[in-house]
T-cell receptor, first 112, second 114 residues
Framework: DSGVTQTPKHLITATGQRVTLRCSPRSGDLSVYWYQQSLDQGLQFLIQ???????AKGNILERFSAQQFPDLHSELNLSSLELGDSALYFC???????????FGPGTRLTVT | DQQVKQNSPSLSVQEGRISILNCDYTNSMFDYFLWYKKYPAEGPTFLISISSIKDKNEDGRFTVFLNKSAKHLSLHIVPSQPGDSAVYFC?????????????FGQGTILTVHP
């Protein structure tokens, strides 16, 4: 158990819908990262927050957004969902901006 | 453009022998490297890391070697155990920057036979 929690574990929704994925980092970790793992793309970095502020962006679609709240938990919002958005979404956290990242168990999103 | 490559999709070894997993990278700005292990239906688990100022780092049965001139790193597991069977990912970051984005390889499936 890494100490990073993610909810929900599974999510099935229809195209065009909007969903919110939630992540609680390890106690004391200020940095939160979101990654997407699809079958053909492997693990891809989406976005990083550090102590409430956006720090870095990867290949995150404009339909996707994230935020980190004062209690350091983070949410990833996915809207206008398409079939291709079906993937595993992982959250990770670390103490500092650059260092070992500890991953949560992931949320499996299925868009039908 | 895949900046981190694991060219072997799978590796099979006998229990007690050495497992060697390889990883190549192309981005010369990478200066911090990590290995993760992943079981099905779980998130990646951090194993070991190495900074570019070192060429070797050891932690128990796991040793990571870095060859900067060849842009190559490897993970050695000695002795291999059946519980080591998992997908292994190598990852890299531009540690000198102010963000911790990790770029991952595609993974190598390790199977350790009893």
């Amino acid at each position: 158990d890494s100490g990073v929690t993610q909810t929900p574990k599974h999510l099935i929704t229809a195209t065009g819908q909007r969903v919110t994925l939630r992540c609680s980092p390890r106690s004391g970790d200020l940095s939160v990262y979101w990654y997407q793992q699809s079958l053909d793309q492997g693990l891809q970095f989406l976005i990083q927050y550090y102590n409430g502020e956006e720090r870095a962006k990867g290949n995150i679609l404009e339909r996707f957004s994230a935020q980190q709240f004062p209690d350091l938990h983070s949410e990833l919002n996915l809207s206008s969902l398409e079939l291709g958005d079906s993937a595993l979404y992982f959250c990770a956290s670390s103490v500092v901006v650059v260092g070992e990242q500890y991953f949560g168990p992931g949320t499996r999103l299925t868009v039908t | 453009d895949q900046q981190v490559k694991q060219n072997s999709p799978s590796l099979s070894v006998q229990e007690g022998r050495i497992s060697i997993l390889n990883c190549d990278y192309t981005n010369s700005m990478f200066d911090y490297f990590l290995w993760y292990k992943k079981y099905p239906a779980e998130g990646p688990t951090f194993l070991i890391s190495i900074s570019s100022i070192k060429d070797k780092n050891e932690d128990g049965r796991f040793t990571v070697f870095l060859n900067k001139s060849a842009k190559h790193l490897s993970l050695h597991i000695v002795p291999s155990q059946p519980g080591d069977s998992a997908v292994y990912f190598c990852a890299a970051s531009e540690g000198g920057t102010s963000y911790g984005k990790l770029t991952f390889g595609q993974g190598t499936i390790l199977t350790v036979h009893p």
